[in-house]
């Protein structure tokens, strides 16, 4: 495992519990937005109105975790001045959240196309194409989190690598969905409604692929945003 941060050996034993307790509570809300994704997943292949509907309702207590550790951040950075590591720690531990945030926003969109679907009459069968891209990006997010938690820099290199082919399956039901549309006009409306929650696993995919990227800039110090896999290779070998 990857990691060069010493976030126990600080003067103030109380700066070692805050910079730690803010962890825990970043994996503590990536834990409840891992949840929303699997109900929204669920609630929509199953075409699961109470699901679904859970699903939407649950959104605020993420953003209100959101909001709890934002302020603690806050509170941590006008009291300590943290530098180096522990000032990366805290601007990893902002973005992440947003994306954690983002991710129980496009779980959302999940449940309530759920329901939209269920209201013009589908059937669980017909959203099967979903099935597989939602299985990668559950899988995904829970290894990102991982990562994480483990300030593991090749995990993190190696889960960026495969979101690839995450988008690779986004443009296969993408193709899927206008050949259905193109055949039967009667389709076009399940079809988009298909269409936007493939996006949102996309999406969701996407924000998965961001926390990685903050591991290895918490610990490694490097910003590898908008870097290609050939780049990466060469950077860490």
């Given amino acids: 495992m990857e990691n060069d941060l010493h976030l126990n050996q600080h003067i103030s034993r109380r ?19 891992e949840t929303q994704v699997e109900n929204g997943l669920t609630a929509l292949l199953n075409l699961d109105v109470e ?11 993420i953003n209100q975790m959101e909001r709890e550790i934002d302020e603690n ?35 959302i969109k999940l449940g309530k196309n759920a329901i939209k679907l269920t209201q013009s009459n589908g059937t669980p069968r017909q959203y099967v194409e979903l099935r597989n ?10 290894q990102s989190l991982d990562a994480y938690a483990r ?14 082919m995450i988008d690779e399956e986004f443009d296969n039901i993408s193709r899927l969905l206008i050949t259905k549309m193109m055949e039967d006009p009667r389709e076009i ?4 409604a298909i269409s936007y929650c493939a996006r949102a696993l996309e999406r969701i995919g996407d924000h998965s692929k961001n926390i990685c990227e903050f591991v290895v800039y ?19 070998g």
């Avoid at 918490?218 to 290779?233: P, T």
Wanted: some cysteine.
């Fill in 15 to 33: 700066f070692n519990q805050e910079l730690e307790q803010a962890r825990n509570q970043v994996l503590k809300m990536g834990g409840m937005v």
């Fill in 151 to 164: 300030m593991d820099v090749d995990d993190a290199l190696r889960i960026i690598e495969t979101d690839q």
């Fill in 51 to 61: 699901l679904a509907t859970e699903v939407i309702k649950a959104d605020e207590q």
């Fill in 73 to 107: 951040c806050t509170q941590i950075l006008a009291r300590r001045h943290p530098a180096a590591s522990d000032l990366r720690l805290m601007i990893s531990i902002i973005k992440t959240i947003t994306d954690l945030e983002r991710i129980g926003d496009e779980a």
């Fill in 218 to 236: 918490l610990v490694k110090g490097k910003d590898i945003r908008h870097s290609s896999i050939d780049e990466l290779k060469h950077k860490f």
């Fill in 133 to 142: 891209l939602g299985e990668r990006v559950k899988t995904i997010l829970k």
């Fill in 189 to 192: 409306k399940n079809a988009l």
